[in-house]
């Protein structure tokens, strides 16, 4: 296992890190995955031997059951704290009281405090914020973020599905006040949605923050079971829960261009797709799941796989992102100043 470096961290976390949104099952998670704990542990205990030491959970994902579920299997599986990476998110509807959801100082505090005591944890080394709130100032919701971590419940901040421009807000406000800023993204990104390559990818960059995509494998749409032939794969949870929402004619000409290449490698058309996402630059960790230890030995696989930069050639020019403004322009205007660093 590869280990790459958070951001400006210092901290190194594995190129796949594990997530567990198919756990538990409630509500309308059960079309994503409904893992109990036996099998919870098996699935943990293959990713920790397989050197994975970086695990994503959220506490809406079935509603507190997906943190509870993988707290108590680090407990049964005598998993040592100290060598592992846990990241958790807020913001998210936990229940129907009108408190009980968005990134208020009050619901930050209080969601810390309960996965805590699902997890089994006395520190989540990461939280991020999972989406956006538009009902509370950025400013308010930085500052809450940065004494929750002074508190020493949580050790770093990142942040979810925010705009670019809104998380620039949010690390100017941080830099201003001095207070903790994000240290990391978490995006959906996949062959069949580039879109973060246009505004995150380049944030990312600039401020040295680390990306972990997430459903890099397009909702299973890129796992090799769909074609144009067969749109319900039968046991797929994109077949009752379509999302998220990509191109599926493009996504169709990425299957089979990535399928074939698969054929030459040997490998399964998920494989090369997370392989892809793996490559691209950027990257820090990418997120996977399963339902199964098959799907999950077949994500790992994808590890040992070396895209060449003919295969890449061929990805890029079927999936890549049509040119839009203002990128077609910078483009077309920077190369006489450019060369000045040559």
């Known amino acids: 296992m590869k280990y790459n470096l958070l951001g400006s961290t210092g901290l190194l976390v594995s190129e796949i ?16 995955g409904k893992v109990q704990q036996q099998d919870v542990n098996g699935l943990i205990k293959r990713v920790i031997e397989a050197g994975v030491n ?18 108590q299997s680090l407990k049964d599986l005598g998993l040592n704290r100290n060598e592992l990476v846990i ?14 959801i968005g990134l208020s100082r ?4 209080n969601s810390v405090d309960e996965s805590l005591q699902r997890l089994q944890l006395d520190h989540i080394d990461i939280l991020y ?27 770093y901040i990142a942040v979810c599905n ?22 990391g993204l978490q995006y ?39 074609t144009r032939d067969k749109e319900k794969a039968g046991d797929s949870r994109r077949d009752t829960f379509d999302f998220p929402p990509i191109n599926k004619e493009k996504a169709y000409d990425i299957i089979d261009v990535i399928s074939a290449i698969g054929k030459q490698h040997g490998v399964s058309t998920a494989q090369i797709a997370l392989a892809w996402v793996r ?17 999950l030995n077949d994500n790992i696989k994808s590890m040992e796989v070396v895209l060449s930069a003919d295969d890449l050639e061929k990805i890029d020019g079927v999936s890549a992102l049509p040119k839009e403004y203002p990128g077609w322009m910078t483009e077309y205007q920077s190369g006489d100043r450019l060369g000045l660093n040559k």
């Open 129 to 155: 914020v999972h989406g956006v709130d538009f009902v509370t100032p950025i400013a308010e919701i930085m500052h809450s973020l940065h004494d929750v971590v002074m508190t020493g419940k949580v050790r």
């Open 162 to 183: 925010w705009p670019a421009w809104m998380v620039m807000k949010a690390l100017g406000i941080a830099e201003k006040n001095n207070w903790n800023k994000f240290i």
């Open 279 to 295: 490559q691209q630059p950027g990257i820090t960790s990418t997120i996977i799941g399963a339902r199964n230890t098959d799907q």
């Open 106 to 109: 009050y619901h930050i505090f």
């Open 17 to 32: 890190c594990f997530g567990a949104m198919t756990f538990g099952g409630r509500g309308r998670w059960e079309a994503i």
């Open 87 to 100: 990241a958790t998110k807020v913001r998210g509807r936990m229940n129907e009281k009108p408190n009980s």
């Open 188 to 226: 959906f990104y996949s062959l069949a949605g580039r879109d973060i390559e246009r505004e995150i990818v380049p944030l990312a960059k600039d401020q040295d923050l680390g990306i972990m995509p997430w459903s890099p494998l397009a909702g299973g749409f890129l796992s090799g079971k769909f």
């Open 54 to 71: 970086f695990f994503d959970t959220a506490n809406v994902y079935s509603f507190g059951e997906s943190e509870r579920l993988l707290g």
